[in-house]
């Protein structure tokens, strides 16, 4: 089935450890972006990608880096100067021919620091 | 900028009963608007779009009209159901906006009860 996979499903981090959330479609959509969820502040835009080897930072992207080395893939690295990593992750994926904008997303990370 | 602002929840239903929940938006130009829904634990399914003016979209029971004069875009549903619980955010692609990711609303919960 076409879709996106998020892993992992839960991970837990120490302060000062940078972990990277992976993310894969299959749906040979060209652009990819990562939201991060808290509770009461909706989705925030951290970083997005619309083509392979481009990306650009979204609104809350200081303390986290990708990478779109491959169509398929967007890695997340939430690094240790991210002040406040506990959050839920969602990857989501869009086609260039759906251009009234739909998203598709995966079924999110969550990120807990101890 | 752009933006979504829509009402805060908990939204608390007894079953069969009418669903309302107010979505209005900030944009220049002619956004796309959507309505994405999310259960616990989940990513983010799509659930009804409009790309235009007048446009009304609608799946499962659940519609919304793209209300230009009022900048608007209302998810209703005339008798919920226990399985409609969930989170609901409210969401747009501005038409001049770079790049192809959407401004989300906060999200309103949604809690129905039999």
């Known amino acids: 089935d076409g879709g996106i996979t998020q892993s992992p499903k839960y991970l837990f981090r120490k302060e000062g450890q940078n972990v990277t959330l992976s993310c894969e479609q299959n749906?040979?959509?060209?652009?990819m972006y990562w939201y991060r969820q808290d509770p009461g502040q909706g989705l925030r835009l951290i970083y997005y990608?619309?083509?392979?080897?481009?990306?650009q930072k979204g609104d809350i992207a200081e303390g986290y880096s990708v990478s779109r080395e491959k169509k398929e893939s967007f890695p997340l690295t939430v690094t240790s100067a991210q002040k406040n990593p506990t959050a839920f992750y969602l990857c989501?994926?869009?086609?260039?021919?759906?251009?009234?904008?739909?998203?598709?997303f995966g079924e999110g990370s969550r990120l807990t620091v101890l | 900028g752009d933006s979504v602002t829509q009402m805060e929840g908990p939204v608390t239903l007894s079953e069969e009963a009418f669903l309302t929940i107010n979505c209005t938006y900030t944009?220049?130009?002619?956004?796309?608007l959507f309505w994405y829904v999310q259960y616990p634990g989940e990513g983010l399914q799509l659930l009804l779009k409009?790309?235009?003016?007048?446009d009304k979209g609608s799946n499962k029971g659940f519609e919304a009209t793209y209300r230009k004069e009022t900048t608007s875009f209302h998810l209703e549903k005339g008798s919920v159901q226990v399985s409609d619980s969930a989170v609901y955010f409210c969401?747009?692609?501005?038409?001049?906006?770079?790049?192809?990711?959407?401004?989300f609303g906060k999200g309103t919960t949604l809690s129905v009860s039999s």
């Open positions: 990608s619309q083509i392979v080897n481009d990306f």
């Open positions: 944009a220049t130009g002619y956004p796309s």
């Open positions: 969401a747009l692609k501005g038409s001049n906006q770079a790049g192809t990711a959407l401004i």
């Open positions: 749906l040979n959509h060209d652009a």
């Open positions: 409009a790309t235009k003016a007048d």
């Open positions: 989501a994926s869009s086609g260039w021919t759906a251009n009234t904008g739909e998203l598709f």
